[in-house]
């Protein structure tokens, strides 16, 4: 049986991986529509490619631009956010991996399993912006939301060896990033190029800082919760650089069952695409006699504010996590583009969540609100401290 899948974000890193992966594994897999937010120019050399029936660029202004580039193909070509939705439900779609960067991805990844369809997911931000209307939806509808995050791919096949009742706490590994040693101190002087000096993971420029704040990790941690529908309490983070063992689940009698695997995004892609089968792929094969040693340690809480944060707000739940997601979003954006420096990120984080009202069990248009009004938050502060600078 044929799998079709559609990607939306295919011009990304876990985009441009998942076409490879999906090149690996033969023709039961087909590629029915790609999505892409500006960047025509790879669109059209993948659309030319894999010869998808549908495409969507998500900024209207370039799809003039994409239709010429793509000239007489025989595709349809969509624009708008509203492009992703359509893609999600359309009728020839089985998988849809959402790999989209940011909220942008929240209505697509709803509309997939309002559908009833696999969702491989990619984009965290869906997960921690709308967790549990996600969840919900996916239970509701009788499907399956698959993590391509490495670490909840690797607790989703953990969670396979026991009942949900069974799990005593899920561990979640993180590689501590370029900053693992470093100080509280020593995190003020951070320059960009440091901070997107990744030592394990090569990824986008936004997971990346993230990855160094560990707000990628808070994220982890939100995410989690509702994935596998676990409390807060049960959930623990524990530093691996060499970033081997993915994620843990310890269970009541006392087993840990770990899912270890080379520190490569294609493996927990190509589990969400073949789930529950396992094929062969095109990763490389873990050797543990040269990998050697394995070493762990806890995170260092007090350096890392941003991933103590991330605990308060799986916590407190609402739209706390819709704030906590838009304010970084927009904090890295800034830090990217040079006008703040490192620490700023998380103080503005966290200067977004003091302020916000905490509202719960709300709708998306309300998340969504809560996520507008912390991206003004942050760019209106950073406004005054640049102005008051000049
Ligand atoms: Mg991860």
């Known amino acids: 049986m044929t799998r079709n899948i559609a990607i939306l974000g295919s011009t990304g890193s876990v985009g441009r991986n998942a076409l490879r992966v999906i090149d690996g594994l033969g023709p039961e897999y087909a590629i029915v529509a790609l999505s892409a937010h500006s960047n025509v120019q790879l669109l059209a050399e993948q659309t030319k490619r894999h010869e998808p029936k549908f495409v ?3 900024n209207s202004d370039y799809a003039a631009a994409l239709r010429e580039l793509i000239g007489d193909l025989d595709v ?3 624009s708008g956010l509203d492009g992703l939705t359509e893609i999600a439900e359309l009728e020839g779609v089985d998988i849809v991996l959402s790999a989209v960067v940011g909220s942008a991805g929240v209505r697509s990844a709803l509309a997939t399993v309002r559908a009833g369809k696999r969702l491989a997911i990619a984009n965290k931000e869906s997960l921690i912006i709308a967790g549990e209307l996600l969840t919900k939806a996916a239970k509701e509808n009788g499907t399956t939301i698959l993590p391509v995050d490495s670490e909840h791919s690797a607790i989703f096949q953990a969670m396979l060896s026991g009942s949900h009742k069974e799990v005593r706490r899920i561990i979640l590994t993180a590689s501590g990033g370029p900053f693992r040693k470093a100080t509280v101190e020593d995190l003020q002087n951070v320059t960009l190029e440091q901070a997107l000096a990744h030592p394990v993971w090569s990824m986008g420029p936004k997971i990346t800082i993230d990855s160094a704040t560990m707000v990628n990790k808070a994220f982890e941690v939100i995410a989690a919760r509702w994935l596998f529908d676990i409390p807060v309490e049960k959930i623990e983070v524990l530093v691996h650089p060499e970033s081997i063992v993915h994620s843990l689940v310890e269970f009541v009698d006392g087993s840990v069952i770990a899912q270890l695997g080379k520190p490569d995004m294609r493996l927990p892609i190509q589990y969400a695409l073949t789930y529950p089968s396992r094929v062969p792929g095109i990763c490389e094969r873990l050797r543990l006699e040269e990998v050697g040693k394995l070493t762990f ?3 260092n ?10 605990f308060e707000v799986a916590r407190t739940g609402g739209t706390a996590a819709a704030v906590f997601n838009a304010a970084n979003e927009a904090a890295v954006e800034e830090f990217l583009a040079g006008r703040i420096r490192f620490v700023n990120i998380v103080e503005l984080v966290e200067h977004c969540l003091n302020k916000n009202r905490v509202k719960r069990h709300v709708s ?3 998340l969504l609100e809560a996520d507008a009004w912390a991206r003004r938050e942050v760019r209106n502060k950073v406004q005054k401290c640049v102005g008051a600078k000049s």
């Open 56 to 58: 969507a660029i998500t």
């Open 76 to 78: 349809e070509v969509l």
């Open 297 to 299: 340690e806890s995170p």
């Open 301 to 310: 809480l007090e350096v890392f504010r941003g991933l103590s944060l991330g």
């Open 364 to 366: 998306l248009d309300e």
